[in-house]
């Protein structure tokens, strides 16, 4: 029987980590060493094992196709976001939160993580911002990995920003992973990889999208003979520490499984995030090899098959969303 | 003489336009046509005309590194972000606030525009990105351009959603333009282009930028023998409309003089941000190239050259931020 939630999660320095150093602490001894996190990858395949499930519940809210039912949700969300009564600009981001909530009460027993897409929150304003916070909490508590889905990427000072306001404790988001954009090349990368790395979180880097226009850059031939995604992947291999799953993945999309093969083939040790499944295309079937080096190598993203699973039958969006992610955990599972 | 301020930007679908839409309205009219909103280069040609400037000034504020005599505005920032007393989640919002609105005040003169970095916002969560909102509009009251640093770049839909957080009106910042990043092709960009343009705003796009790691992926060669930066180039002409300058600029690293040459070949008619100024090395004369088409061809871009200008003489921070900002302006001015 899979846990329904997983609150204790294996690894992050929280407050039993503090303890344990704090028990060979005593005056006038050496300051403690710096709290062991557990890697990312590591920690990515314990809940994966812990929660049977390689699904990540996108959530991307549109405020035009909120779940009408989640308007229950409102004097929570309202709440959670501590709004001054009367005060209309938390309004759309008090429907937007409430909707999240209903989500991810859906979807999350079925899956090991929810990745809340930065630009459907920074869209509202401040008021997003503090709704994006607030659902990085309340998918933590349901026992969900968390990444922050924002690709960023830029000069290494500015990286390091990106990297606070990510994966950094409050008023960072905390976030267990992250995606970043490999444009700006190694130097860029490394605020965001080894802050990520130093609170036991990872991140993802762009190696092949699933959108048409990604061929227009990513597919592109080096002199050297293979694409630029190729080279992109070797950097991601090698950028990544930890056995047998590294700290920085790689999102592949899945609407090119045959890329998948070789791709596994240059990143070994490399978790893949695999989005394009329903909306944007794709299917399931397709991605064994991304499963090669076990069940935590690949993660199955999805936002408007499972959110929008509820279309076609009105007022059953919850329902709907909690069976498609069902159906999508035990059909990646079973390839795995 | 020129214009300390230039409140009353030309060509932005501000009230003016409404109004005179308005007047030729009647009941039984069709309703009016789309504002007619002038192109961003020729908006961008003719605030540097009228503040005799190309300088853009970088507001990163390292909450480590604000201005002593900031503390001053303090009670300002703080009402601008209406935070409730006692509330300390607002407070270094408030002092980074306070610090920008300074920088603001001493570096505007000699500017045409403002650059804030949206990663060290997003570091201090939600109350950052509402100290975000007030620095785009205090910079657009000082007559500044804004031009919203985030480097953004994802599949269409979600990059939809990017162009309302930064371009759209509020609770968008309404910037008047943005960076982005190109990787992933142009189904991507597509979004923020054309959602910057029908508001009279730019896009500069990544093309070759100033980190030693550009020379990781920008500066591979492809098959075609080009390396990959040269063929951003291309793209971003290609996107770009408007004569005699377009509305998708570049972001072209000004450690990289001996490309700039090259950089305007490819892009005739492209705006430059050319970052690197100061902090990052770069100078000011080896820029001539990027000036080739006009004036508002270059724009010079320095963060912590003029907001640390001050730091080896204490006390004197706006002082010394608005001299540096007038060397440059001066140095850009007589180059171009």
Request: charged content about 20%; glycine content about 10%; overall charge negative.
């Amino acid at each position: 029987m899979r846990p329904r939630t997983l609150r204790d999660q294996p690894g992050r320095g929280g407050p039993s980590s503090t303890d344990s150093h704090a028990q060979g602490g005593e005056g006038g001894d050496p300051p403690p060493a710096p709290l062991e996190v557990e890697p990312f990858g590591a920690r990515l395949a314990a809940a994966v094992a812990a929660r049977e499930s390689q699904v990540v519940v996108g959530i991307d809210p549109d405020p035009a196709r909120l779940w009408p039912a989640a308007v229950e949700r409102a004097p929570e969300a309202r709440a959670l976001l501590a709004a001054p009564a009367g005060d209309t600009r938390f309004d759309v981001a008090t429907a937007v939160l409430a909707h999240a909530l209903a989500l991810i009460d859906a979807a999350a027993p079925a899956c090991v993580a929810a990745k809340p897409q930065a630009a459907f929150f920074e869209q509202l304003g401040f008021a997003g911002w503090l709704a994006l916070e607030r659902v990085c909490a309340y998918a933590r508590a349901a026992g969900l990995l968390v990444i922050a889905d924002a690709k960023r990427g830029d000069v290494p000072s500015t990286a390091a920003a990106y990297s606070r306001a990510l994966t950094g404790p409050a008023p960072g988001l905390d976030a267990d992973a992250i995606t970043a954009n490999p444009l700006m090349g190694r130097d860029a990368l490394a605020p965001l990889v080894t802050g990520a790395r130093r609170r036991g979180a990872g991140a993802f880097l762009l190696v092949r999208t699933s959108n048409p226009g990604a061929a227009d850059v990513l597919d592109l031939q080096l002199a050297t003979g293979e694409p630029l995604w190729e080279r992109l992947a070797t950097m991601t291999a090698e950028l990544g520490e930890g056995e047998p799953l590294a700290d920085v993945g790689a999102v592949t999309g899945a609407t090119v499984p045959e890329h998948l093969a070789r791709m596994r083939e240059l990143m070994p040790r490399t978790p893949f995030l695999l989005p394009g499944i329903g909306a944007q295309g794709g299917d399931v079937a397709a991605l064994a090899p991304a499963f090669a080096p076990g069940k935590a190598a690949g993660l199955v993203s999805a936002s408007r098959s499972i959110a929008g699973a509820g279309d076609a039958r009105a007022a059953a969006h919850a329902q709907a969303a909690r069976e498609e992610a069902e159906r999508l955990r035990e059909a990646a599972w079973n390839l795995a």
